[in-house]
């Protein structure tokens, strides 16, 4: 049985005790937040689970093996930091930490203690990425071309953070599980209509070796939601919807071929293909059941995670990249 | 009645045969084009109008009064320029010219004349773009915020141009006809994965004055057509879907308040509105037949059209400052 | 305070306990089921509510005046029939009994001890349904036309009671709140494809005075979900496609008009209207919450409910109707 | 080479003229229409086809093989018999006759003739149709279920048919094209809204053997249009929406599996199965094509159309049945 500890209860902080709760190899312990309503509403809903204003209750309870932090990111890399001196595992919410230094500290302290760290990039689990990464792997798409990810709603304005630091983690991860490729650099532009400094509009372009791009667009102030995903390989393309409720993957058998002539260049010739599409059946389990599932397996055995410390971090350095990018509309900014 | 020639019966160059031989206003007179069977083609279905291999017959016609050309980009500046010097009104396919020295040159020979320059920006004159116009010059969307366009599609390569100068220029002379706004720089990213310099996908971000943002994303290999734009202002929001075949623009009452504290920016509290939607119908005439109207109209009355030489060479201008970001990967190019 | 039992835990019982037991006033004191599987369930997420097999201790309890039968069809008589003898007010699962005489009965025992039966018509209360109904009765769409709704799916197969009974009685409901017209005579035909006499398959046409018709298609085996409600009257039009997450509504002014020639009827002519479709925004409250709150206003004021004896008199009779149609391939069955 | 004449150019003459002239073994000798500016029209398009007022001139043209009769139905029988009379084949616009005695006497004089007669079941001939019916043969769907068919539009009201007469002849063509069974009985629903007797709303269900059942849904009064068909297997399940632009056909690998226990019937069990989904590429080809090169290659090689006089007579013949059905609410016919 692994002993969990949870420190923030906001938005997201419910969902994780759930499914640690109903995990059998799992056990929530205690749970802290600041808002004593917070705390009553665990006790309510889990009469059995311990609660604390104090995140040190947390960190120094000696049952527990791993704490799940879930606050603002601004506070990320000192209550990791502390949790990991005190000899826990972490699962840290995403992004990891505000910046890739203490995100690259948080690695090293993890590995002098032997502890592992775990991002919540819970995208990376759900069925949907599992199924694309199979298609992938498989070289059923063949070489890829480009990621192109739109990520928008009338969403949740955030206080501290820009809506790259926001909505992109999830697209960023998910396109470096899929890619699993180095970026060169990154090109961001966007603006903060409410001029406040925090921009709730930007596009993100990431260079990735061999010609292959990716992009996100990411916007708090949409009317209608979209997530859409699109993949293009030499030889298959994919659509991922995320708003269809059964039908979210899409395989199309279409593509170019290039035939190249005497002439070469300029007279190549380009033939497409359009053939049939298929819709595979993905499975439809919690993103966070299957997370919870990586995490227990991977303490169990002492294995990598698919969202450990290094993905976190990249996910970090990418956005920290895109961040200096936008603030300088659209300059390059190399990994 | 207007007298019309037509250089040029490739793919587009039917659709401006037809529109301009019924119009009750004007008249096709003679068409050239290089090869043979697509002048079959024009005599097969009109036997009345005039075919050449030689432009110039069409250019030196002294019965003509406006020619249409309707040949690749690359051409246009030398064909324009003729039929002003022969003392022609021109319409000119999109994009006007492959530079704006070119596109220049050509309004200052025709306010010479006295002639008129019409650029086909046939989008400008669906019954969609003047609905949104006529929403946003009402003040019923408030202040602008941004333009986000898609233009994606397993479409056809071009040999001698990029997809920006392929499709952009319907999204940036949509773009420049709704904001009225003159932008500030540019941004643009993109890959050729072919390796032949002609890129196939391509992000376009334009800054406009008081943190209005524009972007496109046009794109020749994407599995599936999508055409959608996106217009967000203080107080309504707008969804067009071209692609939809009758409730093509959705308008929104959805917006944000901000509600400004003692504590200022970083207490700035934001409040949601959701209100109800609605599909205003919109003109289903066919947008060359409206244009062809247009020209006619300008012509009569010698005013200006929708999209004349200064529309054409803003397009221009955008797409030329865009091919040098795109090619410095994101560099911000002055306008 | 109004204390509430519940006899019956299966699929849809834990939705009325976890209504009544967030309500403010009223409050869950016992249930009943007699799998132990579910009582554990009970117990475990509300160890303050007593559990028992013996649905006579839910009937007997002194401290509770309303009891929830949410049980297969063919108990609701005899257990609601007790339940009203021992001076509670029912709320019943729809539909309401398995005949009509038996609904006849409940009605006249309720009446006789100055009781309420409610009827879980849950369709009633939402959102949607509620905007129609505003609509229709603000006359913004003429005199009504028809009613049409289509409900299938890939479904749970049921063991008692053919796809009639099992879905129709939520269209059945919704069609008679918003037509609120007394029907003439119902017509039904169907099949059971795994020839064990219970219809997977069912459509049922009712007609209304006034030339005015109804019609549901119930599907247990459809390989996608529908669940889409057309509704037109002299006036505007209502399309209502209950999947969709937010713009459930449309309401499109479209029609005819009539001009009635000398000629009359052969000449008659016909011109079509097209104008604007809005969506307006519907309360998104849980229905069963909305439900809930009705039956606490009922019985505080004494007051009839949206979906009380009679309602669920007049669903079963037309279940009744349509049984037997049904069984005689089309034979119409007068109400 | 197949000279053709045409009677009746109004809606749909123009695109058999267009066909016809168009196909490389068939030509267009004349056309009549009792509209001068219908002939006009002709002649302006194709002016080597010879126009006339009189069908008779088309009739007893000795140059002419086949004559298509695009008039209204209740023209179709004494039209066809004179032109099988002066020894022409026949195509004949849907539906074939306004009643089953007609239909059977023009099959009998057209076999004594050793003449052929098409009925323009246009949709049969669709990439659709032939999919479906390619899928079907393979066995892949299994044993048939049903088939059921949306078919709504905010239409056009006719003044001598009804709606049933008027859109239904698409699907029942289609329905028994694909399904390939007798149908033992039908029963019909609607309404006439505008009390002329012309029914504008419509629900036809057709019995077929073995539980197989169909079901229509015709309708001149939807504010949206609808054409979506439902058919459903033992193994698979078929979902076409004619309105999409290139997914026309979904094949979802979803159904039930029944175990039966010692208990049977009341105990069955019912599993199901859900899997993949996929889009089979479907041929673009215009219907009308396809159905012209049907229609030489029949005459070629005296071989038996896809939609020969047999077929019309079964449309005929189920429309006849339904037309009593309807104005006798849902009494049953046998066919």
Chains 1, 2, 3, 4 share one sequence.
Not at 53 to 63: E, M, S, T, W
Request: aromatic content about 8%; some cysteine; overall charge negative.
């Amino acid at each position: 049985m692994i002993n969990v500890g949870v420190i923030g209860v906001g938005y997201w902080g419910p969902n994780i005790i759930r499914n640690f709760y109903a995990h059998p190899k799992t056990n929530v312990v205690k749970c802290s937040d600041l808002r004593d309503e917070r705390l009553a509403y665990v006790k309510k809903t889990y009469p059995v689970i311990e609660t604390t204003k104090d995140a040190n209750d947390v960190i120094n309870d000696p049952r527990i093996d791993l704490i799940a932090i879930i606050t603002p990111v601004y506070t990320h890399y000192e209550l990791a930091k502390r949790c990991l001196e005190a000899g826990k595992h972490v699962l840290i919410e995403k992004p990891m930490t505000s910046n890739s230094a203490d995100s690259e500290r948080l690695i090293e302290l993890a590995k002098s203690k032997n502890l592992q760290i775990f991002v919540d990039h819970t995208f990376v689990f759900t069925g949907a990425v599992a199924k694309i990464k199979e298609t992938i792997s498989s070289g059923e798409l063949g070489d890829l071309f480009y990621f192109d990810s739109v990520r928008v709603n009338l969403g949740l304005f955030q206080h501290d953070i820009n809506v790259l630091w926001d909505l992109a983690p999830h697209d960023i991860s998910i396109m470096q599980t899929l890619l699993n490729l180095k970026p060169e650099s990154v090109v961001a532009t966007g603006s903060d209509h409410l001029k406040n400094g925090i921009e709730n509009i930007a596009y993100l372009s990431v260079y990735y070796p061999d010609n292959v791009i990716g992009h996100i667009h990411a916007n708090w102030l949409s009317p209608v939601k979209v997530r859409q995903t699109l993949i293009a390989g030499t030889k298959k393309m994919i659509v991922w919807d995320d708003i269809e409720p059964t039908e979210k993957i899409r395989i199309y058998d279409k593509g170019i071929d290039v035939i190249e002539t005497a002439n070469q260049v300029y007279d190549m010739l380009i033939q497409y293909r359009t053939g049939d599409m298929y819709c595979p059946k993905i499975n439809s389990a919690e993103a966070l059941t299957v997370e919870v599932d990586n995490i227990v397996a991977c303490l169990e055995e002492n294995q990598k995670s698919l969202a450990n410390g290094e993905d976190g971090l990249m996910v970090v350095k990418i956005l920290e990249a895109a961040e200096k990018s936008l603030k300088n509309r659209g300059q390059e900014v190399k990994i």
